[in-house]
């Protein structure tokens, strides 16, 4: 797939319902790149790691929220809560202390979203989701952390229907998680869908997709 051209991008982002935020998944494109889409109407940049975002955060204008959207290693967190106006990876109860904690330090709050293993697979990052509403009743007692809703990646697949129901779980932990642990007003944010799978995604529920390929053609 070849890179976009504004007009492209524009008419992608305007399919998509005003109440649905894009993240621009910007791991491997340059500056330069995401200058270009900011430029076409993207106001959200997500980076998988953290060196890589901090590079790309000197180069770019303020302007746009910068948000992790990759695993977020212990001995990353302080950079990382420098750069990062949203975590969209909390996934454990130490990482979430060692966030905290630096949140502290930096005296800076820090909105998070909580990462659903909604594949239920053994090797990928995310709260299982037999165990979500308990890990963000825990999350009570960081008071730098402010959980404002989930985020799943789903597997590696192209197939929709698979897809699809992994959201639908997804969902579903988002309202029980709302009915169960009174997050809050902040309570508001599902972040799935990808370039494959976004409008699936919106259909069931999605208030943030987070695009790459189609916005950038392929890596
Ligand atoms: C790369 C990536 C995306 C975007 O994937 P595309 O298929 O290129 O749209 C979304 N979310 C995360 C966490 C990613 O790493």
């Not at 130490?94 to 949140?103: F, K, N, Q, T």
């Not at 709302?178 to 309570?187: D, F, L, R």
């Amino acid at each position: 797939m070849r890179a976009m051209i504004n007009a492209d991008i524009a008419s992608i982002l305007k399919a998509i319902p005003p109440q649905v935020t894009v993240v621009a998944a910007t791991k491997t494109r340059t500056p330069e790149e995401i200058i270009g889409v900011i430029s076409a109407g993207i106001t959200i940049v997500g980076e998988n790691y953290v060196q890589e975002a901090e590079r790309k955060h000197l180069l770019i204008a303020q302007g746009v929220q910068w948000h992790l959207i990759g695993h977020l290693q212990r001995n990353k967190v302080k950079k990382a809560i420098r750069i990062f106006d949203m975590i969209e990876t909390l996934d454990s109860l130490s990482l979430a202390e060692a966030v905290d904690r630096e949140c502290a330090a930096q005296k800076k709050a820090m909105p998070v979203l909580v990462e659903i293993n909604s594949g239920r697979e053994p090797q990928k990052a995310g709260v299982m989701p037999e165990d979500a509403v308990d890990f963000v009743s825990q999350l009570k007692r960081f008071s730098f952390i402010d959980p404002v809703g989930v985020m799943t990646m789903g597997p590696a697949t192209d197939d929709i229907t698979v897809l699809r129901s992994c959201f639908r779980v997804t969902r579903d932990m988002f309202k029980r998680i709302e009915q169960e642990c009174s997050p809050g007003a902040g309570w508001k944010h599902i972040s799935m869908g990808m370039s494959n799978s976004y409008m699936a995604a919106i259909e069931e529920g999605a208030t943030m997709v987070r695009l790459g390929t189609i916005l950038f053609g392929a890596r």
